[in-house]
């Protein structure tokens, strides 16, 4: 098993990254002796898993209940929020209970935001069960649900008291979900660190066969990335920002096409080969790693092309994004392989990377 | 103009007390220039109060809209809140905008959590209109909604950048809910200060004559008490509790006449004569100054006899106070006028309580 520690003064808590840690009581029991239970999953994954980890958690919590959301980004909103409550509050669950997030972003969204908000916020766990959520959403806090003009629009930094990364569950995952984890991983390497970049390229066959020891240790370097650059700007205010590498463009993808259609990894492929194209035009990356970037993307399986939108329409989408402060977007760019930067950046070249990256 | 400071280290801020502090550009500009700002209120409380406040905030913020709420506690729920939100999102209000709450309690909890998990977090200014809610909600940083299984389960602890209690507003304050404030205030006395509770005993009259120097001196002293209490124990884990004295006896009555029937304070009144007797019980507190806090309360203008319920129904009602931790009620006791104390008390002497304080 391996550990990596979010250093967040008294908010820091530990990943635990490994193979059947859903069954580990011995990590749960620090801290849900004694405490009312809920786990919240959603209807795909808590058939798969919520009975490994109810038993793990029965022995020595007061009280364990379930709570099985609907699955999807769709059902991230007001009314499934609140079905969490109205579990809570029947089995009158009060400010020391608990709560268990296990499933993917969106149930660890959803329940971590829960947990924030319910009699003023209550602790929770992580228990992620996608690639995504084990490199991108169990570090760094954010929690919340969307709202039909924006996407997360209402929510909380809330940290977890302890994640548990099952790369034992990923076993499970659709080819497709994992390439979109796959995305992270590479954004991780690219805006931060060169070597780790090197490595996943050369693990990407292990990785996709789903080896537990390459994921585990995937898991562990992205995490320690994560959390490298989250402890040093816990609530977004600048550093953080470099985490939205290939976000500006893949959130217009996401947007245009409605949410859903394609996955969130899937867009921010795409998005990061037109953030490194734009950073090649403006002379910040040289064209052999802007080219290398876009290669160990499509050999994660992702897309390395946007939706064939005029440039009009992507321009559009991305100044409603919410990074762009007031309608004039910035930019996460590469001045070099593992070395991001904020820019913003001049509409004439923006409209040549859309032009070539995503010919409309 | 009085200033108390409530010290929370980077959460500190500042209460502004006096006449005519809604005028004051000059208060405002420091926080609110460049933003946008809106102005959240209800269908009452703006045609008294928002021009005067819009007025003084236009020169300096980058915008100003206004958002009017339904007026009461019925109202508190996610379904206005999303008003709020739709609002913001309709005007592309970014995280830097800022929210100003215009109105008494049930405004400030709404627009604090608003402001609490819109794009997870974003400032806001109290303008409190109500005594209650500049000597109780103005100070804490409590925010939240009601659900329909319980009051006040779903909210955040978020902090005001600034308060302005302008006393001016009182003026056109209801009679009961001017009584409804002073409950508030006896409160503050009884638990933490002798001296302030024969302050505004005699200080009754004038304060009930809504003199506005009297009132300034009066909410002063009571944000300092409150202050001094949440600056210690800002997430309610311990000391906090004293502010809860009447209120485990006065959630009942509000719970089992159903909400809105009596005000708030008028359940707190009634709550802490009772819980004054309780502790005369328990020979914590002598019966004269069990008898003094009764009468004070009563010449505040504020009920001092439980409505008249068997006592199962108000210890039934107890049982599900979210203070009360797996159903065994925990009371905030008097040990002399000016000294709070948290016990639990034997069930005999609480229904003696009852008995004589709501005769059923």
């Given at each position: 098993m391996r550990e990596v520690v979010v250093p967040l003064a008294q908010r820091s808590y530990t990943i635990a990254i490994g193979?059947?840690?859903?069954?580990?009581r011995d990590l749960l029991a620090p801290i849900v002796a004694g405490r009312q239970v809920a786990i919240v999953s959603n209807v795909t994954v808590a058939p798969l898993y919520a009975a490994r980890l109810r038993a793990a958690l029965e022995?020595?919590?007061?009280c364990v209940i379930e709570v099985a959301l609907p699955d999807g980004e769709a059902h991230k909103h007001w009314g499934t929020l609140n079905a969490i409550f109205d579990a809570l509050l029947e089995h009158r669950f009060d400010r020391s209970a608990i709560l268990v997030a296990l499933g993917g972003g969106v149930v660890g969204d959803m329940t971590g935001f829960a947990a924030a908000v319910y009699q003023r916020g209550i602790d929770f766990i992580q228990v992620p069960t996608t690639l995504l959520a084990q490199v991108d959403s169990s570090v760094g806090g954010k929690t919340g649900i969307n709202h039909p003009l924006g996407k997360n629009m209402i929510g909380a930094f809330h940290q977890p008291r302890l994640v548990l990364?099952?790369?034992?569950?990923?076993?499970?995952?659709?080819e497709r979900e994992l390439s979109a984890g796959l995305a992270e991983v590479i954004k991780h390497g690219a805006i931060a660190d060169a070597a780790y970049l090197d490595a996943v390229e050369r693990a990407l066959p292990a990785l996709l066969a789903r080896d537990p020891g390459a994921l585990a240790d995937t898991v562990a370097r992205s995490c320690e990335i994560k959390a490298g650059v989250v402890g040093s700007d816990e609530r977004e205010s600048?550093?953080?920002?470099?985490?939205?590498?290939?976000?500006?463009f893949g959130h217009a993808i996401e947007a245009g096409l409605g949410?859903?259609?394609?996955?969130h990894g899937e867009a921010v492929g795409a998005g990061m080969v037109m953030a490194a194209d734009l950073s090649r035009r403006l002379g910040l990356l040289d064209a052999a790693a802007a080219g290398r970037l876009r290669d160990a993307i499509a050999a994660a399986g992702l897309p390395v092309r946007g939706p064939a939108w005029p440039a009009d329409r992507y321009v559009e989408l991305m100044s409603v994004d919410k990074k762009a402060e007031r309608g004039t977007p910035r930019f996460v760019l590469?001045?070099?392989?593992g070395r991001a930067c904020v820019r913003r950046a001049p509409d004439d070249a923006v409209r040549e990377t859309l032009a070539a990256c995503a010919p409309g």
């Open positions: 193979e059947g840690l859903l069954d580990r022995p020595d919590a007061d990364a099952d790369v034992g569950c990923l076993a499970t995952l659709p600048g550093l953080r920002a470099i985490l939205n590498f290939g976000h500006t949410y859903g259609e394609w996955l590469l001045e070099g392989l």
